[in-house]
Structure formats: C-alpha cells, structure tokens
C-alpha cells in the first residue's frame, strides 16, 4: 500500500519537500492554512509565495554559494528551481522571478500531480501519529506555534531573530585585534581566548557613534511590531539611549588587556566570538541592528580592526519563528523528541527563499526514502546541502542560534589553498567543484 508523507505549510520547503517525496512514490497531502487563515505578509492563496523581494540571488554556481544551491537544486529535479528558470526576469548574474505566474505554476504543477493533494486549513496541534513535515515558515500560526512550545520547551522556540553580523575570520587585522575572554574567564586555554576583541580610542568611539545615529534604518514591516526586548535591542536603539549606553553594555572594555598596546586601556572594545564549530565565522556580539544593510557594511568597518572585513551574513531584527535546531533536530532533520516529525524551510533556522527550499528538498527525500523503507544518509558535508544542513543540526552555537544563509564560511576548508581575499576566486572555484561532485554522488545512490 502507498505511504502518506502530510507536509504542514506549503511555502518554498513544504511545495518542494511535496514534489520530491510524490516523485519517490508516496501518496502526499499539503496542510496549507492559507487563504483561510492570513499572515501579514503572503497576498494570495497560492503555494510557494515570494513574500518580498522577487530574487533568489546569485545564480553563481561557481563563485557564490547560493548560486551553488540552485545547482544542487536543479540537479535535483528541484520544482522550485524549474519554475523559478521558466518565470525567469532579467536580472544581471541574479535570478529575478515574475512572482505571480511563478507561484501559480508551482501550484497548478503540485496540484496535477497524481499522488498529491492540497488540504486547505490550519493545523494547530502535533500529530502523534503518521508521517510529518513541519514546514510552517517564519510566520507560523499562533496555534501551531504554542504546540510546538509545548513540546520543545519556550527557550527553543524563537519568535523574533535578532541577527548581530558574521564576519569571515580571515578577514580581520589580527594586528589590532587579539583573542581574550574578558577577566580571561575559562578553565582552558581555549575558553579564556574565546572572544576576538578590537579596541578603540575615544575619538574613534565617538565618531562610531554618531556613525550608527546618522545611519539609514530598515522599518518594520506591517503587523511586525517591534516586539524587540531589552535583551536584545538593536545597537542603534541603545545609542539614541545615551552615548555611553554602548560602553556600558556590548562595548564595555573593562576586564580586556590589548595585547598588542598592554600600557593603553581601550576606551571600548567590540568583542566577536566563534559563530561555528569550523571557527570560519564569527558573530559582532550584541550587535543585532536594524540599520540598511549599505549603511552596516560603512559603520562596521569603522571597527578597528574590521576595515577590510568581509561579512557572510549583515544583521537583522525580523519577525521569525524557528526552532533551535541544533539541539532539537537530529541530522535527518527529524525532532529528537518524536522522530515521526521532521522540520524543514525557515522554521529550521535557515534564512531565505533559496535556502527554505533547499531544506524542504532535503526534508522531502530524506523522509520518503526512510517511509519507503531504503533511509538515505543526509546530505554530504562537502555539498551546499551538506553544509547546511550540518550548520543549524550540529555546526553552529546551539547557545546563540540565529538563523543563517548559505555561504563559504559553512565549508570545510579545502587543503593546500591560500587564506585571505588573494585566494579567494581559486578557493571559491575548490568549494564549488568538490560540492557538485558530493552531490551528483550523493544523488547517484538514490537512481
Ligand atoms: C516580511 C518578510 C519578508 C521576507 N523577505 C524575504 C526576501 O526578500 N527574500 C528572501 O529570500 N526571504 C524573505 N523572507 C523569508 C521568506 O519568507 C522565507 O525565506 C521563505 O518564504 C521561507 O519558506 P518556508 O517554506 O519555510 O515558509 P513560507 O514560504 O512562509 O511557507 C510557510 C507556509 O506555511 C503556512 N502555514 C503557517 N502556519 C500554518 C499552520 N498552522 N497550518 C497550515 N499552514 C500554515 C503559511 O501560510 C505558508 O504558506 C521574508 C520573510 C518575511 C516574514
């Protein structure tokens, strides 16, 4: 008898995840509570809604790591990407997508499929029984939201991301910069060098701080009301506080001794630590803004330190429910606490149209291949996949989980080639050939 794999919300992950399991062989039903129930953001009622923006970015698959994604995608017999190629706009290097016809297609595709069928209502409670894929988005409904609280405790249920910037490691002057935990606080050595520290004069902390109060700021969207707390105020909402707010609070330079001036106490200091187990990446702590991202990029190299800085992720404040996956998900991308459940898309800690979608294709194989009784391993390190997918179920801080983008910081380094911005085209150009060739293997086992 055919399997039934039920798929809750059928955005960018949960259409994906639908068309990759009904083409493995299973019977699937799409839970979407659209147009019954809205959200403030979604128009219409079809699947697979772009909310904002009509780009999937880069379409790179050599330099660039969402270019990357699409590939894997397309190789994959991705119907998010099919659609997105035949609703194409011209858009330089990025895919641009006419929104509508887009989605509609997604639809009316998912829709004909034999062993699909779309059932329009919200769903509010955890099944206990059967086969799910949890695919609700950043803008999970109310109800659904409370029974997953219920079930993975409050703290691992996050309703607003507050995104401090990713720095590439090899990109900051370790010439000013030095590594000390502040009080060097840790019983080993690592622990009491676990922050980056980049110091600066008071003329420089001034001058930074007009910086963030002149800066353009993004507004909220409509019905996303700034429901920020104290505990994470964007950083130019605590200088309008006071100019002293930011030493006192994420800048405050007491307990650090600069270890390249040790006679010269900074007046503040902007402290980065280790976003991911690589130690590639590295999070501006306490720096979750709501400044343009044209804007962060200027007031950030101010840093002394980060002036030639290279960002993998800008910050950010949004309204976003996701789950903290690296201690609820195992690798399959199933819930630790009830394995007949998988997560997938934004819900999971990934960020973005490209990356939601990815997550739902994983999401979408891994499950039926399991269902139909021949479990697959997940996705290989080395491929984009892979190396996200690794991210938000072990990689990253469980502690201080924010959702991420696909980018090269994720990747293992590759051996023998040179670090730093020199290196950069041949590295990228290494990444890429060795994420194809892990992913067609991957893809091969399962032909
Ligand atoms: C305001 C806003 C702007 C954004 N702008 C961009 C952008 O410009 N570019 C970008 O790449 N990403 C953007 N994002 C992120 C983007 O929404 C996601 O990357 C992508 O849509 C996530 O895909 P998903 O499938 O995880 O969720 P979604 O595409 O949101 O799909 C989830 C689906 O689940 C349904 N659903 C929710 N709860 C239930 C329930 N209880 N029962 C049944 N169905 C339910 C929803 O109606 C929805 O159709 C934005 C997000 C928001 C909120």
């Known amino acids: ?53 009509n780009s999937f970015r880069s379409d790179d ?19 998010i990407m099919q659609m997105a190629d035949k609703h194409r706009l011209p858009a330089g290097g990025a895919l641009a997508v006419d929104r509508d016809p887009f989605a509609q297609s997604v639809t009316d595709t998912l829709l004909a499929h034999p062993r699909i069928q ?37 703290d691992a249920l996050a309703f607003f991301d507050a995104i401090a910037p990713i720095v590439y490691a090899d990109s900051i002057n370790m010439d000013i910069a030095w590594l000390q935990s502040r009080y060097d606080k840790g019983d080993t050595e690592e622990e009491q060098k676990a922050y980056l520290n980049c110091p600066m004069t008071k003329d420089q902390y001034e001058a930074f701080i007009d910086a963030l109060l ?41 307990g650090l001794t600069n270890a390249h001036d040790p006679d010269n106490k900074p007046y503040a200091v902007v402290q980065l630590r280790r976003d991911n187990a690589l130690g590639t990446l590295l999070n501006i702590v ?32 949004h309204r976003n429910t996701f789950i903290n996956s690296p201690t609820l998900l195992d690798d399959q991308m199933r819930l630790k606490s ?40 997940t996705a290989p390190l080395n491929s984009a996949m892979g190396a996200l997918v690794h991210h938000i179920t072990g990689g990253a801080e469980a502690k201080t989980f924010q959702p991420m983008n696909v980018n090269f910081g994720l990747f293992q380094p590759v051996d023998g080639l040179k670090g730093g911005r020199r290196g950069r085209k041949d590295r990228y150009k290494a990444y890429t ?9 991957w893809l091969s086992t399962q032909s």
């Open 1 to 53: 008898m055919t399997q039934t794999l039920h798929i809750i919300g059928g955005g960018m992950a949960g259409s994906e995840a639908a068309w990759q399991a009904a083409n493995m062989g299973l019977n699937v039903v799409i839970h979407e509570m659209r147009p019954k129930v809205e959200t403030f953001a979604h128009r219409t009622g079809n699947l697979a809604e772009m909310v904002c923006s």
């Open 118 to 154: 779309v059932a329009y209502g919200e769903i509010t409670e955890l099944p206990s029984e059967g086969h799910w894929i949890i695919a609700t988005g950043p803008l999970t409904s109310a109800g659904l939201g409370g029974a997953i609280q219920a079930e993975t405790g409050a």
């Open 433 to 441: 050939d060795r994420a194809k060739e892990a992913w067609q293997n």
């Open 338 to 377: 009830r394995p007949n459940i998988r997560f997938a898309g934004q819900i999971t800690g990934v960020e973005g149209y490209v990356e939601s979608a990815a997550m739902g294709l994983l999401a979408g194989r891994l499950a039926a291949a399991e269902i139909l009784g021949t479990p697959l391993p």
């Open 286 to 317: 306490g720096f979750q803004t709501k400044m343009k991202y044209g804007a962060q990029t200027e007031v950030f190299k101010m840093i002394p330190g980060l002036e030639e800085a290279s960002f993998a992720r800008l910050g950010g404040i």
């Open 61 to 79: 698959s050599e330099q660039n790591a969402v270019g990357l994604l699409h590939w894997e995608m397309r190789a994959a017999n991705g119907l």
């Open 214 to 254: 002149a800066a353009d700021k993004a507004e909220f969207h409509e019905g996303e009301t700034a429901g920020y707390f104290d505990g994470c105020l964007p950083i130019e909402v605590m200088a309008e506080r006071g100019r002293e707010t930011l030493r006192h609070g994420p800048m405050k330079p007491v």
